[in-house]
């Protein structure tokens, strides 16, 4: 049953190492809600965050409707925060990021320091490190964390916790954000599981999550 405003498009962004199917039954039961949906694909690993959010701009400027809302998971939440601050003059809409290392990534430090930046490519460039841009948009942003450790960060030492198997839960926290809630879901259980997107839904309407 479709109980969102028609006139509301979510833009979706993936993260690390994947392409955009991989956020298809997010796009599905969004739709499902009555949203319109954009699924954005970049390059991970041959592009900057920056270089990406130039990308993602153009898409954003053939969007129609007066609403535009951003769902992005783990690195894809940067991509978003360099959009904003790139182009501030955005459409009205809210942003949720979701495992979204907003204060870097604790894993990407271990890679770096272990001279294994090519693993991560550019995108340790302005953000998995813990130097993206600040978030002064006006828009709403929300963050979704994880708590069931089940991951790579598992062999990690000194991984703090609770995480959600990469990204620790106080790396999803920043200044600016207006909400910040935790599920017990893993870092890419956050791809499959309903409640995420009934979060997110509950944010795009009322600016706040449901806890």
């Not at 783990?74 to 907003?102: A, D, E, W």
């Not at 879901?185 to 997107?197: K, N």
Request: hydrophobic residues 40%.
């Amino acid at each position: 049953m479709m109980t969102a405003a028609l006139r509301e498009t979510v833009v979706l962004v993936h993260g690390l190492y994947v392409h955009g199917l991989w956020m298809s039954l997010l796009e599905y039961w969004l739709e499902q809600l009555g949203y319109k949906v954009v699924n954005f694909s970049y390059s991970t690993m041959t592009k900057s965050l920056s270089e990406n959010a130039e990308d993602l701009q153009i898409i954003i400027k053939n969007i129609d409707t007066p609403t535009v809302h951003f769902l992005a998971h783990s690195m894809g939440g940067l991509v978003v925060r360099h959009l904003f601050h790139n182009h501030p003059k955005q459409h009205s809409g809210r942003v949720v990021t979701m495992g979204t290392p907003h204060q870097g990534s604790y894993a990407a430090r271990i890679i770096y320091n272990l001279g294994l930046g090519c693993y991560v490519g550019k995108g340790l460039e302005g953000g998995l490190l813990g130097d993206a841009p600040a978030w002064t948009a006006t828009n709403n942003l929300g963050s979704i964390a994880g708590t069931l450790n089940v991951g790579f960060g598992m062999l990690l030492p000194g991984m703090p916790i609770p995480s959600d198997g990469l990204i620790a839960v106080v790396e999803t926290e920043m200044s600016g954000m207006c909400d910040h809630i935790c599920l017990p879901v893993s870092h890419m259980q956050m791809l499959v599981d309903y409640d995420v997107v009934y979060q997110a839904s509950e944010f795009f309407t009322a600016g706040q999550f449901c806890h």
